[in-house]
Nanobody
Framework: VQLQAFGGGLVQAGGFLRLSCAAS????????MGWYRQAPGKERELVAL????????YGDSVKGRFTISRDNDKKNAVDLQMNDLKSEDKAVYYC??????????????WGKGTLVTVSS
């Protein structure tokens, strides 16, 4: 399973960015898919997750500002709309998918990460 992410970059505080992630490979199904982030010196934390039944989960610090959704034009792809970005949102954002391959138990797969920088 390969996860390819798009959309990181530099934005001013109060601005917005949209991250996209697409999973490819011999995927039978995806249980959940979303984004985690890791800032320097901090542990990786949940940003947003969407499950196969369209339930969504958000980290406390991004609730009300970030929205995760499926990309209806692409299979096994999600978007993360990030609004009102703050300096504390600066981090490397990692796409993650819990995918089921034929004959293999569901496993977490991670993308390489994309840097989001917020300038004040």
């Amino acid at each position: 399973v390969q996860l390819q992410a798009f959309g990181g970059g530099l934005v001013q505080a109060g601005g917005f960015l949209r991250l996209s992630c697409a999973a490819s490979g011999s995927i039978f199904s995806i249980n959940d898919m979303g984004w985690y982030r890791q800032a320097p010196g901090k542990e990786r934390e949940l940003v947003a997750l969407i499950t196969s039944d369209d339930s969504t989960y958000y980290g406390d610090s991004v609730k009300g500002r970030f929205t995760i959704s499926r990309d209806n034009d692409k299979k096994n792809a999600v978007d993360l709309q990030m609004n009102d970005l703050k300096s504390e949102d600066k981090a490397v954002y990692y796409c993650k998918a819990k995918a089921l391959l034929l004959g293999v138990s569901p496993m977490d797969y991670w993308g390489k990460g994309t840097l989001v920088t917020v300038s004040s």
